[in-house]
């Protein structure tokens, strides 16, 4: 184990949650300091701003934008640490460059998302939110549903890793056939079939989005690949706004081509474009898949953890770069 390092200041970014206590908890135990941004995430600016103020030795991000101006502005930054999985918020390519370590908690939250994937699909066979708001609305009307069998329909899974496993492990239990598309697909292990994405969207009643966000995968689904649906299906997106392209969601819809959309996310979050508002067939969730009280106080101790670990000399238990300067399971600095 590598000595430890003198005491450092910790920035935490943003926070989804009411506190911060979970975080202070951990990096104040390890003896450093906790500075707190803003819990709604702030603009790359206002974070680039508050490193120059702090010169943290780690960083601690939810949602916020964490720039390559930021990551370059203090000299003493070892670590970006992300509260989630997804990466498109940090400049890791800088991080890299400047020997800075870049990491996430890539396992925290397999459960929920898979669950809420599989509830958004239940959601929309059983007619449960379009039920829900007739009856609210006074209209009291059983011949008018329209519903479906699930174990008839077909389910692609777009991503295979462990959210996708764990979402087509749930989904087997109703019965339905499962198809799975993965650029890098698992070798002799059993599960579903794996096919081409073209081949997945022409043979899928549901279409269900794991995936990061990349430049690669941004509106990896558009107007060209929802109309390799067959029609009246639904797409189901967990993972990231930019994946989609809303106008063509929007499209489909109107057109009567796709039933219905799921989505958890959106490229415009927080806002909501009113074309998706006016649809029947849409069901919104405020980016919460990832969300349950176990799930959210894992992410927040984990992650912190981590940052101690950098910043003792310790590797980093989920390294997503490997610093310039620095051996691959090294947390020294260059």
């Given at each position: 184990m590598n000595p430890p390092s003198r005491p450092g200041t910790v920035l935490l970014t943003d926070h989804a949650w009411p506190d911060d206590a979970v975080e202070r908890s951990v990096i104040e135990k390890a003896g450093h300091t906790l500075v707190t941004g803003p819990a709604d995430p702030a603009s790359a600016e206002a974070i680039e701003e508050l490193v120059a103020e702090h010169r943290p030795a780690a960083i601690l991000t939810c949602w916020a934008p964490v720039s390559a101006t930021a990551i370059g502005t203090s000299p003493d930054l070892r670590?970006?640490?992300?509260?989630?999985?997804?990466?498109?918020?940090i400049a890791v390519g800088t991080a890299t460059e400047r020997g800075v370590w870049v990491t996430n908690v890539p396992d925290y939250?397999?459960?929920e998302v898979s669950d809420h994937a599989v509830g958004m699909v239940l959601a929309w066979t059983r007619g449960l939110a379009v039920s829900?708001?007739?009856?609210?609305?006074?209209?009291?009307?059983?011949?008018?549903?329209?519903?479906?069998?699930?174990?008839?329909?077909?389910?692609?899974?777009?991503?295979?890793?462990?959210?996708?496993?764990?979402?087509?492990?749930?989904?087997?239990?109703?019965?339905?056939?499962?198809?799975?598309?993965?650029?890098?697909p698992p070798k002799d292990a059993p599960g579903p079939e794996m096919v081409g994405l073209e081949e997945l969207?022409?043979?899928?009643?549901?279409?269900?989005?794991?995936?990061?966000?990349?430049?690669?995968?941004?509106?990896?689904?558009?107007?060209?690949?929802?109309?390799l649906m067959p029609p009246g299906g639904l797409l189901v997106n967990v993972s990231r706004g930019g994946l989609v392209d809303t106008d063509?969601?929007?499209?489909?819809?109107?057109?009567?081509?796709?039933?219905?959309?799921?989505?958890?996310?959106?490229?415009?979050?927080?806002?909501?474009?009113?074309?998706?508002l006016d649809q029947p067939g849409v069901l919104l969730t405020p980016h919460i898949a990832f969300s349950s009280d176990a799930s959210v106080?894992?992410?927040?101790?984990?992650?912190?953890?981590?940052?101690?670990?950098?910043?003792?000399?310790?590797?980093?238990?989920?390294?997503?770069?490997?610093?310039?300067?620095l051996p691959a399971g090294s947390g020294e600095p260059r």
């Amino acid at each position: 184990m590598n000595p430890p390092s003198r005491p450092g200041t910790v920035l935490l970014t943003d926070h989804a949650w009411p506190d911060d206590a979970v975080e202070r908890s951990v990096i104040e135990k390890a003896g450093h300091t906790l500075v707190t941004g803003p819990a709604d995430p702030a603009s790359a600016e206002a974070i680039e701003e508050l490193v120059a103020e702090h010169r943290p030795a780690a960083i601690l991000t939810c949602w916020a934008p964490v720039s390559a101006t930021a990551i370059g502005t203090s000299p003493d930054l070892r670590i970006v640490a992300r509260l989630g999985v997804g990466l498109d918020n940090i400049a890791v390519g800088t991080a890299t460059e400047r020997g800075v370590w870049v990491t996430n908690v890539p396992d925290y939250c397999v459960e929920e998302v898979s669950d809420h994937a599989v509830g958004m699909v239940l959601a929309w066979t059983r007619g449960l939110a379009v039920s829900d708001r007739e009856v609210r609305a006074g209209r009291w009307d059983p011949a008018s549903a329209r519903l479906r069998r699930l174990s008839t329909l077909t389910c692609g899974i777009v991503g295979y890793g462990r959210i996708g496993r764990a979402t087509a492990r749930k989904l087997d239990a109703f019965g339905c056939r499962i198809l799975a598309h993965d650029p890098h697909p698992p070798k002799d292990a059993p599960g579903p079939e794996m096919v081409g994405l073209e081949e997945l969207l022409r043979r899928s009643d549901v279409v269900i989005l794991h995936v990061p966000l990349t430049p690669r995968t941004h509106h990896l689904i558009g107007t060209e690949q929802l109309e390799l649906m067959p029609p009246g299906g639904l797409l189901v997106n967990v993972s990231r706004g930019g994946l989609v392209d809303t106008d063509a969601v929007v499209k489909a819809l109107d057109d009567g081509h796709l039933d219905g959309a799921a989505l958890d996310v959106l490229e415009s979050e927080p806002h909501v474009p009113t074309g998706l508002l006016d649809q029947p067939g849409v069901l919104l969730t405020p980016h919460i898949a990832f969300s349950s009280d176990a799930s959210v106080t894992e992410l927040r101790r984990r992650a912190a953890e981590e940052v101690v670990r950098i910043l003792e000399g310790e590797a980093p238990a989920h390294a997503c770069n490997t610093p310039r300067g620095l051996p691959a399971g090294s947390g020294e600095p260059r």
